[in-house]
């Protein structure tokens, strides 16, 4: 089946850094991948949708500016949390879809911001 | 706003009984309706996905059905087994390569 890796898988930053997470699709070809955060004992929520080969669209409320997006190539996106602070501490989530009826995850990346 | 609600928080079955968890949305009209299985620290496990037109899929001991009148899914494992234990979330789509919109969860304990 599809698999959709994420790197890495935990990443523990000191205030006012920044951190950049990857979301790979190993065995298949995604042009359009997407990124969650995920509060403990919350629901996963849309923070944008990334498009290979053109700008992110982001949710209503997530700052482009603090979440950079880059999808340069059809089997990478990556996402940057510039400038982190403890409340950016989270689970972050990709996904990509196949054209198909299934979405695929990556296993996640906690982020802990001291 | 759209909203998902998902029963409970957390539902403690026997082993071997079913386990029957229910979703509810409002302010939405999907087009799809998805099941997903979350352990901790991981991220989601595609289960079952099923479509407006559809009222029930099954897979194996998993069955889901949709009712677009009630803007209700249930989720029934059969035969339930301690390693059915987990986060089951249930998610909505209004079409295809659209956005999907995730219910908190119900965290699922199959007792032993």
């Known amino acids: ?114 | 706003s759209q909203k998902i609600e998902q029963n409970s928080e957390a539902l403690n079955i026997q082993e071997g009984k079913t386990a029957t968890l229910t979703c509810n949305y409002t302010n939405y009209s999907p087009a799809y309706l998805q099941w997903y299985r979350q352990d901790p620290g991981r991220g989601p496990v595609f289960l079952l996905l099923i479509r407006e037109n559809e009222k029930e899929k099954r897979k194996e001991r998993l069955k889901v059905t949709f009712d677009t009148t009630l803007k209700q899914s249930l989720f029934h494992i059969t035969a339930s087994q301690p390693a059915d234990s987990a986060t089951y979330l249930c998610a909505l789509e209004r079409n295809r390569d659209d956005k999907i919109i995730f219910g908190k969860g119900t965290r699922l304990h199959i007792l032993p």
């Open chain 1, 1 to 114: 089946g599809a698999v959709v890796s994420q790197h890495p898988s935990r990443v523990i930053c000191k205030s006012g850094t920044s951190v950049k997470i990857e979301c790979r699709s190993l065995d298949f070809q995604a042009t359009t991948m997407f990124w969650y955060r995920q509060f403990p004992k919350q629901s996963l929520m849309l923070m944008a949708t990334s498009n290979e080969g053109s700008k992110a669209t982001y949710e209503q409320g997530v700052e482009k500016d603090k979440f950079l997006i880059n999808h340069a190539s059809l089997t990478l996106s990556t996402l940057t949390v510039t400038s982190a602070h403890p409340e950016d501490s989270s689970f972050y989530i990709c996904s990509a879809g196949q054209n198909t009826d299934t979405q695929y995850f990556g296993p996640g990346t906690r982020l802990t911001v001291l």
